[in-house]
T-cell receptor, first 115, second 114 residues
Framework: DTAVSQTPKYLVTQMGNDKSIKCEQN?????MYWYKQDSKKFLKIMFS???????INETVPNRFSPKSPDKAHLNLHINSLELGDSAVYFC??????????????FGPGTRLTVT | GENVEQHPSTLSVQEGDSAVIKCTYS??????FPWYKQELGKRPQLIID?????GEKKDQRIAVTLNKTAKHFSLHITETQPEDSAVYFC?????????????FGTGTRLTIIP
């Protein structure tokens, strides 16, 4: 009965490879997010989807491509991985814009290590 | 865009004493201010939040205060316990503007000394 789940939990890969991270929420929320937490613990939003529609797209290299097949799932595909992509990637969800229910529920994170 | 500054970056407190973490924000339209706690190796979790129409909110040992004029808000933890040791993040957003982007502060690592 996990609220927000991510797979995989750990991902170790070489520079230049392409990898994907998957996220699912069973809270019935309309909005999902991807955050990147770097080695200094700084949490920065990357993307947000509301009902499968992209609503936030921060200044992120276009090697990162999110995809939301339905409102319960949000995936992140990363092409041509670089050393600087090493971080913990968190998925989160919330009820959605305009609802006043702003709490964001975070997934357990995916620790990506690029060697 | 919004900019959130958080101080201090590290804080050590004797068990039983109080801890205070302060944040300032730049966007006067921000109206929602949550605080998240992240234990080592775990996910961030909401511990308390406050909206701009309220000056203070309490939940047991945790309280948050907001000064809209000065654009700063603070987290107060009283009677600290070892399980309060974690990284705490403040954040700000424009709730109900149709784009609830949370901008996080840089985090405060709180250590409770037994």
């Amino acid at each position: 009965d996990t609220a927000v789940s991510q797979t995989p939990k750990y991902l170790v890969t070489q520079m230049g490879n392409d990898k994907s991270i998957k996220c699912e929420q069973n809270l019935g929320h309309d909005t999902m997010y991807w955050y990147k937490q770097d080695s200094k613990k700084f949490l920065k939003i990357m993307f947000s989807y509301n009902n499968k529609e992209l609503i936030i797209n921060e200044t992120v290299p276009n090697r990162f491509s999110p995809k939301s097949p339905d409102k319960a799932h949000l995936n992140l595909h990363i092409n041509s991985l670089e050393l600087g992509d090493s971080a913990v990637y968190f998925c989160a969800s919330s009820q959605g814009p305009g609802t006043g229910l702003d709490e964001q529920y975070f997934g357990p994170g995916t620790r990506l290590t690029v060697t | 865009g919004e900019n959130v500054e958080q101080h201090p970056s590290t804080l050590s407190v004797q068990e039983g004493d109080s801890a205070v973490i302060k944040c300032t924000y730049s966007d006067s339209a921000s109206n929602y201010f949550p605080w998240y706690k992240q234990e080592l190796g775990k996910r961030p979790q909401l511990i308390i939040d406050i909206r701009s129409n309220v000056g203070e909110k309490k939940d047991q040992r945790i309280a948050v205060t907001l000064n809209k004029t000065a654009k700063h808000f603070s987290l107060h933890i009283t009677e600290t316990q070892p399980e309060d040791s974690a990284v705490y993040f403040c954040a700000a957003s424009r709730s109900n503007f149709g784009n609830e982007k949370l901008t996080f502060g840089t985090g405060t690592r709180l250590t409770i000394i037994p």
